[in-house]
């Protein structure tokens, strides 16, 4: 899956999955604060065409200025070095209110001590764990080893931990972050030495938070394709934040406490130059579509099944929620907990959410696709999974080689009934305005259902990244009443 043949066709022509920056008007509110009311959707009335296809993270939002302000003051006219490890070295504005954010790199082996197989350290294969040799699990295994066979694997690079805002370091390889009271950066990179430390820091602050009587729920959460770590930061507060409007006009309690992750999810995307920015965002799908597979594989598949669980004795609902490439990431930690060595803890996310997913929806049936079908069935699983498509979605039109269930090929595949024993479709049956479409499909949606549930959410998803408004903040909060309530 990673030979240059498909990075070709896809600079070739592949559509990006980010709509593209407008420049900013002069006419537009100033203030941070004018501008998220200005941009912060409210409701049906207020969704003009310009509100449908702004992104709250893109160019033009309060966070990517504040990121601005921050590089200036910083006497910088650019940030340097990679952007997926800006956290690590002070250049990124965004935070959290209460969390902790996991980040990962891409090193070379002998940089990080990461031997090929040393994932099986950690990881059986399909065939070890269920006990089955047939033609699916050696597909499925094919897909496994594929991705821990490159050259430069995915390893945990810095931890951050969150308090009313307040960050510092838990871990880091790299001496110019501001580590907690205590801590000192790692000595170098190390591929095992990330994993320990991520452990380490689950113990020692995750845990300590999650009985602390301050949350109502565990949010695990991951992001997409093109997504550094300042829009990825301030993806999770939009989300977060909507849904805690919403939750509390249905006088429900949700306080999250957040466990996101960031991860390397482009090519060259803190290149000055717009045409090798853009190059290396088209050139790179295939190759982070498989590392994001492989992120959920094992750092994801140990958060959600081991670390968290571990964390959490009081049993705080959990919930994974992903957009895009981040629902490669949570789908396939939820689905791979089989596969950890020395087994899962605990039954794994109550709710899984999987917004606009840019992977096959072949994963979810037992026909068609080249994946062997590795989220087929909920069997063994306690957790209620909801994926959303749309019409809408017309971010990946040319990827002719998958039919992504965020988008229309997905859309009708979940719409054919002879795929109902396997996925269940909702979706809002007449013309609806966006925040009554979501009330209406939240109505119709089983109560406990034993199968992938495929939104149709037409009617309140506009584009690919509309996963950040108050309508998509209503459903979040209506898939968490009624699947995942706060104890």
């Not at 003051?73 to 209460?98: K, S």
């Not at 020395?342 to 959410?353: C, D, Q, R």
Request: proline share 6%; net charge positive; with cysteine.
């Amino acid at each position: 899956m990673r030979n240059g043949t498909k990075a070709m066709l896809a600079a070739a022509g592949i559509l990006a999955l980010t709509i593209t920056p407008v420049a900013a008007d002069a006419s537009k509110p100033s203030t941070t604060r004018d501008l998220w009311t200005e941009f912060t959707y409210r409701g049906a009335p207020a969704r003009s065409d310009e509100a449908r296809h702004y992104d709250l993270c893109d160019s033009r939002s309060p966070s990517f200025q504040n990121n601005q302000a921050l590089m200036r003051a910083m006497g910088l006219q650019r940030f340097p070095g990679p952007a997926h490890n800006r956290l690590a070295r002070g250049m990124v504005a965004d935070t959290i209110e209460d969390g902790i954010i996991v980040a990962m790199e891409k090193g070379q082996r002998r940089r990080i001590r990461a031997e090929f197989g040393i994932h099986e350290r950690y990881l059986k294969s399909f065939a070890e764990a269920y006990q089955a040799g047939n033609g699916e699990i050696e597909t499925r295994d094919r897909f496994l080893q594929s991705s821990f066979s490159h050259p430069k694997p995915i390893y945990v690079s810095h931890i951050y931990t969150y308090r009313e805002r307040n960050s510092c370091s838990l871990y880091s390889v790299y001496p110019e972050s501001r580590m907690c009271a205590g801590r000192k950066p790692a000595a170098q990179p190390g591929f095992i030495g990330g994993i320990d430390a991520l452990a380490s820091a689950f113990d020692s602050h995750v845990k300590p938070a999650l009985t602390s009587g301050r949350f109502t729920h565990v949010m695990f959460m991951a992001m997409g394709w093109h997504n550094d770590q300042q829009v990825s930061l301030c993806r999770y507060n939009a989300i977060s934040e909507a849904t805690q409007r919403a939750s509390k006009a249905m006088k429900r309690p949700f306080k999250p406490y957040i466990v996101g992750v960031t991860w390397p999810s482009a090519w060259f995307s803190a290149s000055p130059v717009d045409f090798i920015d853009t190059a290396g965002h088209l050139g790179s799908v295939f190759n982070k579509a498989d590392d994001a597979d492989e992120v959920g594989y094992l750092v994801g598949n140990l958060i959600a099944n081991r670390l968290i669980p571990l964390a959490n004795p009081h049993q705080i609902p959990s919930v994974a929620l992903g957009h895009s490439f981040g629902t490669r990431i949570i789908n396939r930690s939820v689905f791979s907990r089989d596969l950890l060595r020395g087994g899962p803890v605990g039954s794994g996310p109550k709710l899984t959410i999987a917004l606009q997913p840019a992977h096959s929806i072949f994963r979810f049936l037992p026909r068609g696709g080249v994946e062997g079908h590795p989220f087929v069935n909920l069997d063994g699983l306690d957790t209620v999974l909801v994926a959303t498509s749309s019409v809408h979605d017309t971010a990946n039109p040319l990827a002719i080689w998958s039919r992504y269930v965020g988008g229309r090929g997905g859309l009708a595949t979940a719409r054919n009934e002879t795929n109902r024993p396997w996925v269940d479709l909702v979706r809002a049956d007449k013309p609806l305005e966006p925040h009554e479409a979501v009330a209406h499909t939240l109505r119709q949606m089983d109560a406990s259902p034993d199968k992938p549930i495929i939104v149709d959410a037409s009617s309140f998803v506009f584009q690919h990244n509309d996963v950040m408004s108050d309508d998509m903040g209503r459903f979040v909060a209506g898939l968490i009443d009624k699947y995942a309530p706060a104890r």
